[in-house]
């Protein structure tokens, strides 16, 4: 891997929940790994960048999961919307594997500057929007860490 990365974890994302937090530093591995792959030489790159995407995408699905459980558990009044915006990224993401493997247009720096995009950005607004409810159920004594 390159000394510079494309994206990096900064600790201002942080849910406070360290399982979550991990699984968000994975995604940004992966897309750093994705967007290494974009700059091989075309063959090397394109196997590269298939065996990444599957593994990231199989690897959102599992962080989505425990993200939803963790909503459900504590009763999160805005699970709904949430789990809409997982479903919605998920298809997009899945259309455009799609595309890269029956050898439909794609851009893979595009695909790539996506997934850095959204998922700091989901990460960083609806991602807190949980953390913050947490943090309101602790002050109430409702839940205890």
Not at 20 to 42: P, R, V
Not at 84 to 101: C, G, I, Q, Y
Not at 132 to 143: F, R
Request: aromatic content about 12%.
């Amino acid at each position: 891997m390159p000394d510079e990365l494309f994206v990096r974890w900064d600790d201002h994302y942080s849910v406070g929940i360290p399982a979550i937090d991990s699984q968000h530093k994975e995604l940004l591995n992966l897309t750093n790994e994705l967007y290494d792959a974009c700059q091989l030489g075309d063959e090397a790159a394109r196997s590269y960048f298939r065996d990444i995407i599957h593994k990231a995408v199989e690897y959102a699905k599992f962080h989505f999961s425990a993200e939803e459980q963790i909503m459900k558990r504590i009763k999160f009044p805005e699970i709904a919307e949430h789990k809409k915006e997982h479903r919605s990224f998920v298809r997009r993401v899945l259309a455009d594997v799609e595309s890269f493997e029956s050898g439909k247009l794609f851009v893979p720096n595009t695909f790539v500057r996506f997934l850095k995009d959204w998922i700091l950005t989901h990460v960083a607004m609806s991602d807190q929007k949980y953390h913050s409810y947490i943090i309101k159920l602790k002050k109430q004594g409702a839940i205890v860490t």
